[in-house]
């Protein structure tokens, strides 16, 4: 079996202990944009529509319901604070994908795969202006991204997803004049269909708008139990809503339907201290484009406002028994590993320190997209299972929720996408077994010049397959 680049250009060991000592098991996110608190609710009460998530699927949702309907009384419940969980620790990709990247949407959703990049890529367009119309304050850029071929293997990946105009082919020359990393053997640069948020203001900045709209939000307010009609019970109170929206993503769902459709899936972040002007001339990054190589255990990484470089990715691990426990979020084998792999990337920034780490998990469904429905007679509608891509792809998730519950025939809920549903994950041990071999399978194929094993080719053969 080779080596990967990040195993042929390992730093050293010393380099990486420097780099993490001292950091704090915190997302840099939150501490940026604490955030307005919000009222626990503590009397019963009715509403037309009760949003139950304070992340951005049930910020969007409660945003673009008060928007299509200023009359309607519409509350938000949050069990903690809103942004806390996937939503103020995610990497700030806003990307047009609706289907977690294209190759997963061609292998999915081929007869339809050409209207889902026209609607996510008008899904993205619409948020931009929406930032702008509102005036939120979300570090919102519309820079693009590039695709990193770190591989021999991948090079031809990347010239074959080209198309001369969106997304251009950038041989070596070309990709490290744009960021220079030893490690980078090619580059597809993405003009349109991605941008960069910092997480957490986007979160704080939607809930204000929301509460500036007439939405009323209670926090540390967990919904325990849905009725037969929509009667939400919650420690202190219970709401009876005329409609429900669910946006719990991944934590257990109140539908019984959807307990063993998604599962949690860690995913683990470093952040450095902000770079000097010398330490940025020195990797060049002037375009500011979000950076992703194209392995299959990938890396992504990007420059916050105050030019810190977020770097995370790689290992993606699930705990056995589905759970979300404060306790996963700190590995250190896997913060010690992101430490090599950014070294490796960029030898050049010896000597920088990683002011925070942190991880969350992240809602996985067995067709690696969202999913939604709707169930109590249409009276309750869903969204779930972004595995990863949901900055965007929750205002588009918010609207299809809305479409249900309002029992709208759309262009959005005639999509197979919307219309189906993936298949469960079976009960432990076999999740467990399956997602560990997947992911050592996915590990093997890194190591192997991307070729797929007889494992990996029967999940592609049943339509379970996954490629990042």
């Not at 380099?15 to 019963?44: C, I, K, M």
């Not at 119309?133 to 519309?142: K, Q, T």
């Amino acid at each position: 079996m080779g080596s990967t680049v990040f195993e042929r250009m390992r730093p050293d060991a010393s380099v990486v202990r420097h780099a993490l000592s001292g950091t704090r098991q915190a997302s840099f996110w939150l501490e940026d944009a604490p955030g307005d608190p919000y009222p626990e609710l503590t009397g019963d009460l009715h509403c037309d529509l009760a949003v139950v998530g304070g992340g951005y699927s049930g910020l969007w949702t409660a945003l673009l319901a008060k928007q299509q309907n200023p009359h309607a009384r519409i509350v938000l419940l949050e069990g903690k604070r809103v942004g806390w969980a996937a939503s103020g620790r995610n990497g700030g990709f806003c990307e047009a994908s609706l289907t977690h990247g294209d190759d997963n949407g061609l292998s999915r959703f081929p007869a339809e795969f050409a209207e889902l990049q026209r609607l996510g890529m008008a899904n993205l367009d619409e948020i931009e202006r929406t930032v702008a119309d509102l005036g939120l304050d979300a570090d919102f850029e519309r820079n693009g991204a590039i695709d990193i071929a770190t591989e021999p293997h991948q090079v031809e990946w990347l010239r074959e997803a080209a198309d001369g105009r969106d997304a251009v082919f950038l041989d070596t020359d070309a990709v490290r004049a744009e960021v220079h990393s030893p490690s980078y053997l090619a580059g597809l640069r993405r003009t349109r269909d991605s941008a960069l948020v910092h997480p957490a203001k986007l979160a704080r900045a939607l809930a204000r708008a929301c509460v500036d709209a007439g939405v009323e939000i209670f926090e540390n307010s967990p919904v325990s139990s849905i009725g037969d009609g929509t009667t939400l019970a919650t420690p202190r109170a219970i709401v009876r809503a005329e409609r429900t929206a669910l946006a719990t993503n991944v934590f257990p769902s109140l539908l019984k339907r959807n307990r063993f459709s998604t599962v949690p899936v860690y995913d683990y972040v470093l952040m450095t201290e902000p770079l000097t002007d010398a330490q940025l001339a020195s990797i060049g990054w002037s375009g500011r484009q979000g950076l992703g190589d194209s392995a299959n255990q990938f890396h992504y990484y990007r420059l916050s406002a105050d030019n810190r470089i977020l770097f995370g990715g790689y290992d993606a691990i699930y705990h056995y028994g589905g759970l979300v426990r404060e306790e996963y979020e700190n590995r250190p084998t896997t913060f010690d590993r992101l430490g090599s792999h950014f070294f490796t990337t960029f030898p050049q920034l010896e000597g920088i320190r990683f002011t925070h780490r942190w991880a969350g998990a992240i809602d996985t469904c067995s067709r690696f997209c969202a999913f939604f429905g709707s169930a109590r007679g249409g009276r309750v509608a869903y969204a779930t299972g972004y595995t990863g891509l949901g900055v965007a792809a929750t205002h588009f998730g918010a609207k299809v929720m809305l479409d249900l519950l309002a029992g709208r025939t759309t262009e959005r809920t005639e999509l197979e996408l919307v219309r189906t549903r993936p298949l469960p994950f079976p009960p432990e041990p076999a999740t467990s077994i399956g997602i560990n071999l997947t992911r050592w399978s996915l590990d093997q194929a890194d190591h192997t010049e991307g070729r797929r094993n007889l494992f990996l080719r029967s999940l592609d053969a049943v339509g379970l397959g996954f490629d990042s």
